[in-house]
Structure formats: structure tokens, C-alpha cells
């Protein structure tokens, strides 16, 4: 049976199914959680349900003849003003009836009363020549699902960073008309909580840094619920005080060390059970796809600098490095000076040839071993190929400093490299220099080279000070 539909108002009366109290659909209107206005054909607004008002955030006096397109954000402002022109012209007899046909949905955003944006999804229906309504009736949706998705699958497309885009799938999972708040932790640190994002600061602080043992401790592969009630520790204590009554947890898969939880609180017990949980089903394999393509990235990122034979870093990463001066420091002036030691094994060509190959890769990871111990740990150590490598000192260098990694690195390679049952002495020629940051790199280098080939005849390390630079 077709479903009853009053006719449209011409002066006569409703269908007798309906209410004749004009007040039954005003409360209707304004019970709908539906965000409902009427706009004429100015783009005035003539009416807006609470749902709307609350969504703006906006006084009933405030929506009175407020025009929407100065609410739109003005990005979309233009293109949503030919849109609602495109309404009023197709708002003629064939629309002005309520069973007529609706047009399609629309997203753009608004800004709400406090300047906030909020994307939208709206459906209209023309009742323009309704002598009642004198108005399109739009219905409003939050739409912060498909906004907060299509930025996700943006992100992913476009190698977004991946910490913005767990962002996103954190809120994703909040949004309305859930009443949740959430949580993505990581336990790897010996159940350590960190926060990686929170919805909520009262959630944010009451788990971060707690070590407190909590059902997500252990990966649950499905979402799991429980009462905040039953969480031990301060957790349950700071969770409970903040007025929460369910939490809910998923684990989520990560490559590497990272151990993430997505964790969901809730202030009503069993509220909306199934969108949560298809909510939280969706975040967590989002979360696990953003978390396998950094790790990924990080790979290929790691692979392209770094050196495969020895693992230290490669000339493309030494050479980066280098072209970016170190900061000044303003408690000690501009004291930006820069370090770099040139090595080159000796007779490295006699080793290859008579030894084999294998034995001379050999050589040269037990090489950048010794070199990785000569050196401190914020200096860079790299393989520029063949057998030579460099040094770039961190920090202030002078001459004092060049020459202490020197002589270390000549103490490292003074004891013979074992080969199975035999063993090779590696000598290196090393050329040190110190310069001011202003000096350019190819200089830099280019004196290190100069001081390298020297030593190389002279044998002992040569260090100089690299003059200023163009």
C-alpha cells in the first residue's frame, strides 16, 4: 500500500490521518534530532529545528533572517550560491508538491556561531510555491564520517604524514551521534601508556603514563567491552571520576616495536553497541594500513641513505647532511664551525685482488665497525663508496677535536682484521679539516680530499683549516 502523504497546503485542510494541531508539528520539528531548516529564495533562513540551532550553535534570535551563503565557508561560498540558484530555478510547479522528487545530497562546510567549520550533507525539497512554507526545506548531517575519510584516503594516496592522518581515525570513531570519546595508545614501553591522540583531555589524562594493567594490555582482535567500573588502578579511578561507565578496545596490527590500542569510553552504558563496534572495526584496520605504510616509508627511507654493505650511511645522506649548516647557539655567538675527516684504506686494491671479494666486504663492514666505535654518536659516519669513508664532527670543531677522532680512528685500524685462519693489516690515509659553517660544502670537501691525497703521500693524518668560501 503507498504510503499516505498529506496534500501540499492551498488553503485547505490536512489529511484527517494527521493531527489538526499545528503545535503537534512544530514539537515534531523541534524533537528531531535531524538538523531541519527553510530557506526563501534569498538564501534567508525562515526556520531552523533545535537540531539545527544547536548544530550552529546559534539563539533563535540569531537564525532569524540570518542569510546562510555569509555561514558558508568562504571557500565553497561561490560554488554553493550557484547551487542554491540552480534550486530556485528548478523550484516550479512540477516541486511544489511533497510527494515531488528530492534533489541529490550536497556536502560543503558551514562556520558555526563561534567561527568553527562544520561539514555538512544536505538534501532539499522545493515547497517555494507553498503558500505555507514559502521555502526550501533542507535537511542537514553533520558530515565529519565522509569529511574525515576522504581526508584519510587523501592522505594515503599522497603520502600524508602518518601521525595526522591516526588523527583523523582517532575522530573518526568520536564522531556523532556517538557520545564516545577515544584513544590511541601505544603499551610497547613494558605497558607503559602513551597517548598518541585523545578526543578528550580527561581520557588523555587518565592514561597517559599509567602502567596500571588494563584489559587492552593484552591485543583483543575484536572489539571488546567492559565496565570502567571493573579497570584496577588509578585508571579505573581517573576514567570513573571523569563520568565514564563503558570502555571498549581493539588492537590495532603494527610492523616494528609499537604495541597501539584503540580504546573508547563512553558515559551511557550500552549506548549504540553496533555502530561502535563496526566503528572501532574500521578505525582499527585504517590505523593498521596508515601504521604498515610509514613503517614502509621508513624502510625505502632507510634504504635509499644508507649503505648496503656496511649499513652506515651512503654519500646521498652524507652530502645532505652536509649542505645543512648546524644552528648557532645564541649563549655562545655564531660559533657554527664544521669537522670532516676524509679516510681511504691503503692498498685496499691488494686486499680485493688477493684475497677475493668476499674477504674484501669483509674488511670493509669490519672497518666501518671499528670507525662506528672511533666515532661519537651525533657525528655522521658514512661510506662514500669503495673504500672510502667520511666523518662529519657535530658540534664545534677545531683542531683539537679533528685531531682526537683522527688519532682514534688510527688506534681503531691499528689491529689486524681476521680473515678465518688469516688476518690482514688495514692502514687508512686521513685528511682533517675545521671550518666556519659559511664555507661551502664543496670547499669543505674539496680540502679534505686535498688533505686526504696528502696524507696519502706523506703518510700520518694531515689536518687543516679549510679557508672561508666564496
Not at 85 to 93: F, K, L, Q, R, Y
Not at 429 to 441: E, I, L, P, R
Request: with cysteine; aromatic share 6%; proline share 6%.
Amino acid at each position: 500500500m503507498a504510503d499516505e502523504r498529506p496534500e501540499a497546503s492551498t488553503g485547505g485542510g490536512l489529511d484527517p490521518l494527521f493531527p489538526a494541531d499545528p503545535a503537534f508539528y512544530q514539537r515534531v520539528l523541534e524533537y528531531l534530532p535531524s538538523p531541519v531548516v527553510v530557506l526563501d529564495g534569498a538564501a534567508t533562513l525562515r526556520y531552523a529545528n533545535r537540531a539545527a540551532r544547536d548544530l550552529g550553535g546559534w539563539t533563535p534570535a540569531e537564525c532569524v533572517g540570518m542569510n546562510t551563503l555569509d555561514q558558508t565557508h568562504p571557500d565553497d561560498r561561490e560554488w554553493v550560491a550557484e547551487v542554491f540558484a540552480e534550486d530556485i530555478v528548478g523550484a516550479d510547479d512540477s516541486y511544489h508538491h511533497l510527494d515531488g522528487p528530492h534533489w541529490g545530497a550536497v556536502e560543503f562546510r558551514i562556520l558555526d556561531a563561534s567561527g568553527r567549520v562544520v561539514p555538512v550533507e544536505i538534501t532539499g525539497n522545493a515547497g517555494l510555491l507553498d503558500p505555507v512554507v514559502q521555502g526550501i526545506a533542507y535537511d542537514l548531517r553533520p558530515a565529519w564520517s565522509s569529511t574525515l575519510m576522504a581526508q584519510v584516503v587523501s592522505g594515503l594516496a599522497h603520502g600524508a604524514d602518518a601521525d595526522e592522518l591516526l588523527a583523523h581515525v582517532t575522530r573518526l570513531v568520536a564522531v556523532e551521534p556517538l557520545a564516545v570519546d577515544v584513544a590511541l595508545v601505544d603499551v610497547a614501553d613494558r605497558g607503559r601508556h602513551t597517548v598518541a591522540h585523545a578526543t578528550a583531555p580527561a581520557l588523555a589524562a587518565g592514561l597517559e603514563g599509567s602502567r596500571d594493567p588494563a584489559p587492552w594490555s593484552t591485543p583483543a582482535p575484536d572489539p571488546s567491552c567492559g565496565r570502567v567500573a571493573d579497570l584496577a588502578g588509578p585508571v579505573g579511578a581517573a576514567l570513573a571520576a571523569a563520568g565514564y561507565v563503558e570502555c571498549w578496545h581493539v588492537g590495532v596490527d603494527a610492523p616494528g616495536a609499537a604495541a597501539y590500542r584503540l580504546v573508547a569510553v563512553t558515559a551511557r552504558a550500552e549506548t549504540y553497541r553496533n555502530s561502535l563496534d563496526q566503528r572501532l572495526r574500521r578505525a582499527r584496520d585504517l590505523a593498521s594500513v596508515i601504521l604498515l605504510r610509514a613503517h614502509n616509508d621508513r624502510l625505502l627511507t632507510d634504504a635509499a641513505d644508507h649503505d648496503n654493505l656496511t649499513g652506515l650511511a651512503n654519500r646521498r645522506a652524507f652530502y645532505r647532511r652536509l649542505a645543512d649548516p648546524p644552528p648557532s647557539r645564541p649563549d655562545a655567538g655564531d660559533d657554527r664551525t664544521l669537522g670532516l675527516l676524509y679516510i681511504d684504506l691503503d692498498d685496499f686494491k691488494g686486499i680485493n685482488d688477493g684475497l677475493g671479494h668476499l674477504h674484501g666486504d669483509e674488511v670493509l663492514r669490519v672497518v666501518a665497525r671499528r670507525l662506528g666505535a672511533a666515532t661519537r654518536p651525533t657525528d655522521l659516519l658514512a661510506r662514500l663508496g669503495g673504500d672510502e669513508f667520511a666523518v662529519l664532527l657535530s658540534g664545534p670543531a677545531d683542531r683539537a677535536l679533528v685531531a682526537a677522532v683522527a688519532d682514534r680512528i688510527a688506534e681503531a685500524l691499528d689491529e689486524p682484521v681476521e680473515l678465518g685462519e688469516r688476518s690482514v693489516t688495514v692502514s687508512a690515509s686521513v685528511g682533517g679539516v675545521w671550518a666556519h659553517a659559511d664555507v661551502t660544502a664543496d670547499a669543505l670537501v674539496g680540502e679534505a680530499d686535498a688533505a686526504m691525497y696528502e696524507a696519502k703521500r706523506g703518510g700520518g693524518p694531515v689536518l687543516r683549516e679549510a679557508g672561508a668560501g666564496p
